[in-house]
């Protein structure tokens, strides 16, 4: 059983670089969503795809962040110019959405980043 | 301004007894609600969830009750057990979820002692 998984699992980054998570969905999995948590808080969506199209991405935290998922199946999540604000529990998530009406997310492991 | 809250940040329970989280939300377009189970260093865990046009679900050990008019949820665990203890999460979201995003409270944490 493939789970969500991402990659790396930990990040450690000085302020200003450029950072790049990977997220791989359970395979048959259409949707994929991306999440930030911080310290004594719930998941915080960030953004969204349906295969390839990205269908919410008003709530990414600012223009340094992006996402792409250009084949429709795994996912990266960029940060550029690192601040130490962007340090958190990045997680990802995916889910089948096939006409029914519920669509339940199931998350991956987390990339813990933390900006020096 | 939160839309889903979780007043207790934690829990304590002995080992055998019934653990219930509480949940509250005000957005009334919410139609259906997820736990999620969370360890230490890993992802969130989908635990049960129930859509607006039930009031309870099942599943093994886990029940989820829903009162719509008092929009409030709870999880029942019966019987807790130590593994059991991890911080739990209600999230919520609107057209059954087709619409992307889940809010999420901002957990309790539950410690069930042996």
Request: net charge negative.
């Given at each position: 059983d493939t789970g969500v998984s991402q990659d790396p699992r930990h990040k450690i980054t000085k302020r200003g670089q450029n950072v790049t998570f990977r997220c791989d969905p359970?395979?048959?999995?259409n949707r994929l969503y991306w999440y930030r948590q911080t310290l004594g808080q719930g998941p915080e969506f960030l953004t969204y795809f349906q295969n390839e199209a990205q269908?919410?991405?008003?709530?990414?935290?600012?223009?340094?962040f992006s996402a792409e998922r250009p084949k429709g199946s795994f996912s990266t999540l960029e940060i550029q110019?690192?601040?130490?604000?962007?340090?958190a529990m990045y997680l990802c998530a995916s889910s089948l959405l096939?006409?029914?009406?519920t669509d339940t997310q199931y998350f991956g492991p987390g990339t813990r980043l933390t900006v020096l | 301004d939160q839309q889903v809250k979780q007043n207790s940040p934690s829990l304590s329970v002995q080992e055998g007894r019934i653990s219930i989280l509480n949940c509250d939300y005000?957005?009334?377009?919410?139609d259906y609600f997820l736990w999620y189970k969370k360890y230490p260093a890993e992802g969130p865990t989908f635990l049960i969830s129930i859509s607006s046009i039930k009031d309870k679900n099942e599943d093994g050990r886990f029940t989820v009750f829903l009162n719509k008019s008092a929009k409030h949820l709870s999880l029942h665990i019966?019987?807790?057990?130590?593994?059991?203890s991890a911080v739990y999460f209600c999230a919520a979201s609107n057209y059954g979820g087709s619409q992307g995003n889940l809010i999420f409270g901002k957990g309790t944490k539950l410690s069930v002692k042996p």
């Open positions: 359970i395979s048959e999995h269908l919410e991405k008003s709530r990414l935290l600012s223009d340094r110019r690192t601040e130490q604000g962007d340090s096939n006409g029914g009406t | 005000t957005n009334s377009m919410f019966v019987p807790s057990q130590p593994g059991d």
